[in-house]
């Protein structure tokens, strides 16, 4: 049972301010999605200011979606002072296994910096286990498909545990299934809506939400576990009423702020 009033009444009553290094995609989804769960939002690319946000920053987001340089020279500015402030930083590898470019940033984000909390899809995952010489069988092989999955997210669970426990990171594997892990503790999300894959971004937000409850909840496996399910409650919501992507996008948003109102929920 998650206790998802508990931790959003302490998220809103905190209002953390969440810093994201973000998707040039994902920006005003997820800042809207951050200013309606009661965090605050940050979004920045500049290596000038990276150190200066992070001095700020009750939690980072570093996400990779539309990676370049600037924000290559950034990342490690900014992470370096979260993790000298024990502030948690949640890094989302969009589209790792895609292109060469993104495998070897995901490798130098993962190798020279300490990331608390790593969110992505199946394929994502699959593909940092192959990268870090993790010997899964069949993780060389995954193929990701642009910044959407080919893999399911059981078929990325053994992955998932030993990136945890290589790096002493929690995991969450976004899918039809949600999964988070810690390397020993497993979480399983079954109440995530199809609607959410036809939305730009979603995921993005995911990552997101689940560095705002990281900047309130000392758990890190209960705050990753909490942001998913707010999440996937908000989009189930918003499922029952939206008439297609559009409004489901809405709908999602409105359902986020209103979160409060579904205390707990079995997962």
């Given at each position: 049972?998650?206790?998802?009033?508990?931790?959003?009444?302490?998220?809103?009553?905190?209002?953390?301010?969440?810093?994201?290094?973000?998707?040039?995609?994902?920006?005003?989804?997820?800042?809207?999605?951050?200013?309606?769960?009661?965090?605050?939002?940050v979004?920045?690319?500049?290596?000038?200011?990276?150190?200066?946000?992070?001095?700020?920053?009750?939690?980072?987001?570093?996400?990779?979606?539309?990676?370049?340089?600037?924000?290559?020279?950034?990342?490690?500015?900014?992470?370096r002072?979260?993790?000298?402030?024990?502030?948690?930083?949640?890094?989302d590898?969009?589209?790792?296994?895609?292109?060469?470019?993104?495998?070897?940033?995901?490798?130098?984000?993962?190798?020279?910096?300490?990331?608390?909390?790593?969110?992505?899809?199946?394929?994502?995952?699959?593909?940092i286990?192959?990268?870090?010489?993790?010997?899964l069988?069949?993780?060389?092989?995954?193929?990701?498909?642009?910044?959407?999955?080919?893999?399911?997210?059981?078929?990325?669970?053994?992955?998932?545990?030993?990136?945890?426990?290589?790096?002493?990171?929690?995991?969450?594997?976004?899918?039809?299934?949600?999964?988070?892990?810690?390397?020993?503790?497993?979480?399983?999300?079954?109440?995530?809506?199809?609607?959410?894959?036809?939305?730009?971004?979603?995921?993005?937000?995911?990552?997101?939400?689940?560095?705002?409850?990281?900047?309130?909840?000392?758990?890190?496996?209960?705050?990753?576990?909490?942001?998913?399910?707010?999440?996937?409650?908000?989009?189930?919501k918003?499922?029952e009423t939206?008439?297609?992507?559009?409004?489901?996008?809405?709908?999602?948003?409105?359902?986020?702020?209103?979160l409060?109102?579904?205390?707990?929920?079995?997962?």
């Open positions: 049972m998650i206790e998802i009033g508990e931790y959003t009444a302490t998220l809103r009553r905190e209002k953390p301010l969440v810093a994201n290094i973000t998707n040039d995609v994902a920006m005003n989804q997820t800042a809207n999605a951050l200013l309606a769960i009661g965090a605050s939002p979004m920045f690319r500049a290596a000038d200011e990276a150190q200066a946000v992070a001095m700020a920053a009750s939690s980072l987001v570093v996400n990779i979606g539309t990676l370049d340089n600037n924000q290559l020279d950034a990342i490690p500015l900014a992470v002072v979260m993790n000298r402030r024990q502030r948690p930083v949640v890094f590898p969009v589209g790792a296994g895609f292109t060469p470019y993104r495998d070897k940033a995901c490798l130098r984000i993962l190798t020279d910096n300490r990331i608390d909390i790593i969110k992505g899809n199946a394929s994502e995952i699959l593909a286990a192959s990268r870090h010489c993790l010997d069988p069949g993780s060389a092989e995954t193929v990701t498909k642009g910044v959407d999955t080919t893999a399911r997210t059981e078929a990325a669970l053994e992955a998932a545990q030993k990136i945890a426990e290589k790096l002493s990171c929690v995991v969450a594997i976004s899918g039809a299934t949600d999964i988070i892990t810690d390397g020993k503790k497993v979480e399983r999300i079954n109440i995530s809506t199809p609607m959410m894959e036809s939305v730009t971004a979603m995921g993005c937000t995911a990552s997101a939400i689940v560095a705002a409850y990281a900047a309130v909840v000392p758990d890190l496996f209960l705050a990753a576990t909490a942001g998913m399910t707010a999440m996937s409650i908000a989009g189930r918003a499922a939206a008439q297609g992507p559009g409004s489901f996008a809405v709908a999602f948003i409105d359902n986020i702020f209103v409060g109102e579904f205390s707990k929920f079995t997962v």
